[in-house]
């Protein structure tokens, strides 16, 4: 198969997005017939809108025009169908009704007992005209529902039209088309009368001619036998003169199709939004362990373990020169130098040590070029508590009070700054190293002393500079634009900023016990589906989670108005919330996107980094005991010196991420069963707890695990006391894995 090169790829994701409305045509007619110039057969297609009741459409297939649709003739009823017609039609007639003076429902009903197979309605101008019965005076359209004048206004000498306006009557229609499309602004290009008239001339203004949804007549429907058994579509004033006029200029025999439009069954974005979870998920769980990996990598001398096996004691005398490079670093501080970055060469060049801010993490081992970590937060059961108290007076705050534009505010802030740190920072530090290696971007610009915020280098203004442009034109689209989901540059940044937020969260906060992972995920399993399916029943019908996750839900003015009058109140509402990953709906033309909120991410993200640095805590102590670094199988099968029977899926991490992925997509599955959203974390907390559990309980690890492994404390200790002299580090090490393999001699790391 050909992959596809990336120009091909960009010009497929700008063309993805495409514009929705409040109402869509979600119908489809395909006329076949053969015009009266021309001996060979031609067809034509236009959208239409369905009803609310009778049998749906059957669905085309992905071809334009359709092949798999049962042809009909189409047949112009000659009256408003208010009434059953004398005759009987023949069989597969599609006829054809004007709108007016009764219910849809009742015209549907009128054409079934006359024998018709579906119905076409077309808009006409007569029909937003009526007669009081009593007075006898002429009702004229509705200004905004039928009209508009901001879009056209004329006058029509009253001589030129015939009162009442009616469909029986002749002429009428010309003028008003004449009128109309002298008014550049109108896309109707018809016009309606206001009822306003003065020395014989009557205003005219702009008509409407949208589609509409055929609504049901309920009352109607509560008399027996008005069951409707055939599909009906509507049509708008120019669609009708279209039809009209290929089965006025056809000959021979001329049929139509109605169906519905063609949609995939299972979208397309819904497997990427997955993709994306799974993906994020892993690489911040597996970033989160960055900081062992580098203590690993100084160990071996940055070397590949399989390349180079130093003893146990060089091993530990490399820890050693860095212990002695803190304590010089140290030294200097307490002078007041201020300077807290120190070097030493190394087989494997420049490298830096920088002692933690936070009293929970680990040193930070950089090669030249990177960062140092940030503060580390190490969970317990009281964070777990806060959480579910903090997030549901959150959920309630925004609820009652729908301050979602704050939130947006908000979430674009902290996203630029997530980006800088993770993207633009790395970035610029890389190409300074690369092109300028002589100039220094880490110099400081200048020293703020308040608020501790101290001195800001070139590479922090310049980081923060460009992530906060882009969060700026994220921030601007959301405020501006109508459905910005739809826009490329939007929905695009907003999953890279998720991405990054989720990879520096996963960075700072920390579960090192299964008891509080335990807890936390309970709470927030609890949390989910009380918010989610509970809540309704509180709360007259709405779900409080839904309601803010789509900034107050769809809106609740009429659909029709807001087709024309979108920014109008009661037209606003429906947009998600930016905090979760968005891809749009994928060759849907109804739009819309697949969703992906971030805590279904980070929340279970907190176990997988926990996996992961358990796992890579293991390698370390595992080297700082002369052994491999490496996990074995857990069976006892794994000869000494045989990479090969040791692999990525030995440990805790790798299960996790299958884990969750095996959730994250019965979480799908279930939003297309059930045709409903669901909570992720329904099916990701049980999924992902129940691996870790099992699997230590299957290693003998269990209460370990539950109680905080001593190993993954021992590995994070490693090497960052500065009064913590060599010896000390071997001792603790050494006892770390005698405990480990006293556990299971099977389960002991090499």
């Known amino acids: 198969m050909k992959t596809p090169n990336l120009p091909h790829l960009l010009l497929l994701l700008t063309t993805l997005p495409t514009p929705t409305h409040s109402i869509l045509p979600t119908s489809g007619i395909t006329i076949r017939y053969t015009p009266v110039t021309s001996q060979y057969p031609a067809y034509s297609s236009l959208y239409s809108s369905e009803a609310s009741f009778g049998p749906l459409l059957p669905m085309a297939n992905y071809q334009n025009p359709p092949t798999n649709i049962p042809p009909t003739t189409p047949f112009p009823s000659g009256t408003n169908m208010c009434a059953t017609l004398s005759s009987f039609l023949p069989d597969s007639t599609t006829l054809l009704v004007p709108r007016g003076e009764c219910t849809f429902h009742l015209k549907t009903l009128n054409a079934q007992k006359a024998g018709a197979s579906s119905v076409i309605i077309y808009n006409t101008l007569a029909s937003r005209y009526g007669v009081n019965e009593t007075t006898k005076e002429i ?241 317990t059961m009281i964070h777990a508590i806060v959480f579910i108290v903090f997030a549901s007076a959150s959920l309630f705050i925004l609820f009652f009070f729908q301050i979602y534009n704050v939130v947006k505010i908000m979430y674009a802030f902290g996203c630029s700054n997530a980006m800088a740190m993770v993207i633009f920072r790395p970035f610029y530090a890389k190409i300074s190293y690369k092109f300028f290696p002589e100039k220094c971007i880490h110099g400081a610009i200048c020293t703020i002393r308040h608020c501790d915020i101290g001195s800001i280098s070139y590479l922090d203004f310049f980081s923060s500079l460009t992530a906060y442009i882009v969060g700026g034109v994220w921030l601007t689209i959301a405020f501006t634009t109508s459905s910005p989901d739809q826009n490329l540059f939007f929905w695009v940044t907003q999953d890279i900023m998720g991405g990054c937020i989720c990879i520096m969260f996963l960075s700072v906060i920390k579960l090192n016990r299964l008891q509080v992972a335990t807890v936390l995920l309970g709470v927030a399993f609890f949390y989910d589906i009380f918010f989610v399916f509970i809540t309704p029943y509180i709360f007259k019908g709405e779900s409080v989670m839904i309601t803010v996750a789509t900034s107050g839900g769809p809106p609740t003015a009429d659909p029709t108005w807001c087709e024309k009058y979108p920014k109008s109140d009661g037209c606003q509402g429906g947009d998600p919330l930016p905090m979760l990953f968005t891809i749009p709906r994928l060759f849907d033309y109804q739009g819309g996107s697949s969703l992906l909120g971030l805590g279904d991410i980070v929340l279970p993200g907190l176990l997988l980094s926990f996996g992961a640095r358990l796992d890579e805590a293991k390698c370390l102590i595992g080297l700082s005991r002369g052994g491999r670094g490496r996990l074995n199988n857990g069976d006892g099968s794994c000869p000494n010196g045989d990479n090969k029977c040791a692999g990525p899926c030995r440990g805790y991490f790798c299960p996790l991420v299958l884990a969750y992925a095996l959730g994250l997509i019965m979480a799908n599955a279930a939003v297309y069963l059930m045709q409903m959203g669901q909570p992720a974390l329904l099916y990701l907390v049980p999924l992902c707890l129940g691996t870790m559990g099992f699997q230590g309980y299957w290693r003998g690890e269990f209460w370990d695990l539950w109680n905080g492994p001593k190993v993954l404390m021992a590995a994070e200790r490693f090497g960052t006391d500065p009064h913590q002299r060599v010896e000390e580090v071997a001792v603790e090490a050494g006892e770390i894995g005698n405990e480990m393999t006293s556990v299971d001699d099977r389960r002991s790391i090499t």
């Not at 009209?147 to 002749?170: E, F, H, N, Q």
């Not at 003169?241 to 974005?269: A, H």
């Not at 070097?343 to 070029?369: C, H, I, L, N």
């Open 139 to 379: 009702i004229y359209p509705s200004d905004k529902n039928d009209y508009d004048c901001d879009y056209g206004r004329d006058s029509v000498a009253m001589g030129t039209i015939t009162l009442p306006y009616g469909d029986d009557v002749t002429g009428n229609d010309e003028v008003m088309k004449k009128v109309g499309a002298g008014m550049p602004q109108c896309a109707s290009q018809r016009a309606l009368l206001t009822g306003k008239i003065e020395n014989g001339m009557a205003e005219a203004c702009c008509a409407w001619d949208l589609h509409i949804w055929l609504y049901k007549d309920s009352e109607l429907e509560k008399e027996e036998g008005t069951s409707v058994t055939i599909p009906a579509v509507f049509i708008t004033m120019a669609q009708a003169d279209d039809v009209l006029s290929i089965m006025k200029n056809s000959q021979g025999n001329t049929t139509v199709e109605l169906y519905q439009r063609w949609r995939p069954e299972y979208n397309v974005s819904a497997l990427l939004i997955w993709a994306v979870g799974v993906l994020v998920a892993w690489l911040a769980s597996y970033l989160s362990a960055g900081e062992l990996r580098a203590k690993k990598k100084l160990l071996t001398g940055g070397q590949p373990r399989a390349r180079r096996r130093p003893s146990r004691d060089a091993m530990l005398s490399a820890v050693s020169s860095e212990v002695e490079v803190e304590r010089q670093r140290s030294a200097a501080s307490s002078r007041g130098s201020g300077n807290t970055s120190g070097a030493v060469a190394g087989s494997s060049g420049v490298t830096e040590m920088v002692t933690p801010r936070g009293g929970g993490g680990g040193a930070a081992v950089a090669s030249q070029g990177q960062e140092p970590e940030e503060e580390q937060v190490e969970l």
